[in-house]
Antibody
């Protein structure tokens, strides 16, 4: 069945780094754009980043731009989120929903977004 | 960037009531709007996309409407299992901003 499994979360000190992974199965991963979305404890959903199907194009939320990097390895059916210079405000559950929209270097053409979500991985930034 | 504003922030209604949640975009987004349901401790679940297209398996009591800047999620007859927080989200272009959420409770 279609599945997304996030991993790599944990407790990290402010200013340190962490890399999250999201392993996909049950669908042709290389055809889909992928996002990261986060949710701080007791708060709403916040979009973080998106990567095109081929990994060549990325967009970021202003709150993480310059600190986070989204990447993917289509040979491993995995998308990553490298998080540097972590702050307490980055404490959240991180999800990696897929996006069936067409997204490449020419632009984002919305069609069937955010249909499948993983269970999420918790990141706690604390000293 | 386009802001998404939901109203109300919280809502209490009785079983069988018709419930309406509104989402307003600060600029037009055509029909590029998703509605999610998130039950306590659970993963968000897509209910509706393209403002009014049902996700497979979603009960028919849920419906979505709107275009441009004003959108509505309606539950025609509220059921106990509908207790959740509901979010709207724009997806015409990045950033893919969410509304702040509407918490729905049973009276």
């Amino acid at each position: 069945q279609v599945q997304l499994v996030e991993s790599g979360g944990g407790v990290v000190q402010p200013g340190r780094s962490l890399r999250l992974s999201c392993a996909a199965s049950g669908f042709t991963f290389s055809r889909y754009a992928m996002h990261w979305v986060r949710q701080a404890p007791g708060k709403g959903l916040e979009w973080v980043a998106v990567i095109s199907y081929d990994g060549r194009t990325t967009y970021y939320a202003d709150s993480v731009k310059g600190r986070f990097t989204i990447s993917r390895d289509n040979s491993k059916n995995t998308v990553y989120l490298q998080m540097n210079s972590l702050k307490s405000d980055d404490t959240a559950v991180y999800y990696c929903p897929r996006d069936g929209s067409h997204f490449d270097s020419s632009g984002y053409y919305p069609s069937d977004p955010f249909d499948i979500w993983g269970q999420g991985t918790m990141v706690t930034v604390s000293s | 960037d386009i802001q998404m504003t939901q109203s109300p922030s919280s809502l209490s209604a009785s079983v069988g009531d018709r419930v309406t949640i509104t989402c307003r975009a600060s600029q037009g987004i055509s029909n590029y709007l998703v509605w999610y349901q998130q039950k306590p401790g659970k993963v968000p679940k897509r209910l509706i996309y393209a403002a009014s297209t049902f996700q497979s398996g979603v009960p028919s009591r849920f419906s979505g409407s709107g275009s441009g800047t004003d959108f509505t999620l309606t539950i025609s007859s509220l059921q106990p299992e509908d207790v959740a927080t509901y979010y709207c989200q724009k997806y015409n272009i990045a950033p893919f901003t969410f509304g702040q959420g509407t918490r729905l409770e049973i009276k």
